[in-house]
């Protein structure tokens, strides 16, 4: 079952629900990456919004457009309903700091040399900072883009927008970023400096 399409799928959980698990199975690592990436949600308040997500997913499989890739669709509804629970929570998530959750890289470091190791976490941290830092809506297309690695139509089918938006938004977001970064670096040379 696992070399089946997402379309396959879809139509194996339409005829029996249980095969849902098959979806779940396939999304649920990708999508809770993809939430941690974009907010301050905490792993337990991820594995419940995640529950939602397919919940709606099973509830809505029948109006899945096979025009739009499968992806898209879920991950529209994943950004729905986790820019819904985040603003409902914006306060108590604001309150979380970005060393207590680490949003952007999960990736372990195990190259031969030590140094390289601290370097490379050094800049993940540094980018998962300036990403935290930078307006949301940059925020989430650079991490469709970059780290989930959506192309320019996917993102347009999950963010529901027109494609030269999102070209223009994934535009500004760069300079946003490389603003933010420069701005980081400026302040740590200060600090070294004294």
Do not use: C
Not at 54 to 59: G, K
């Amino acid at each position: 079952m696992t070399n089946l399409t997402d379309k396959e799928v879809v139509e194996k959980i339409i005829q029996d629900p249980e095969n849902l698990t098959i979806l779940i199975k396939k999304y649920e690592a990708p999508l809770g990456r993809y939430i941690r990436r974009i907010t301050n949600i905490p792993k337990e308040e991820i594995d419940d919004l995640l529950q939602d997500i397919f919940i709606s997913v099973y509830q809505n499989i029948n109006s899945y457009d096979p025009e739009l890739q499968f992806s898209s669709w879920i991950y529209r509804i994943a950004h729905n309903k986790t820019i819904n629970h985040w603003k409902k929570n914006k306060k108590i998530y604001d309150n979380l700091s970005i060393d207590e959750n680490p949003f952007v890289y999960e990736s372990n470091f195990h190259t031969k040399d030590f140094l390289e190791d601290f370097e490379i976490r050094d800049r993940k941290n540094e980018l998962s900072r300036a990403l935290r830092n930078i307006n949301e809506k940059y925020r989430e297309i650079l991490i469709l883009k970059f780290i989930e690695g959506k192309d320019y139509k996917e993102i347009s089918d999950i963010l529901e927008k027109p494609m030269g938006t999102i070209a223009t938004m994934i535009n500004r977001g760069k300079k946003a970023l490389k603003k933010e970064i420069e701005k980081y670096n400026e302040n740590n040379k200060t600090a070294y400096d004294k």
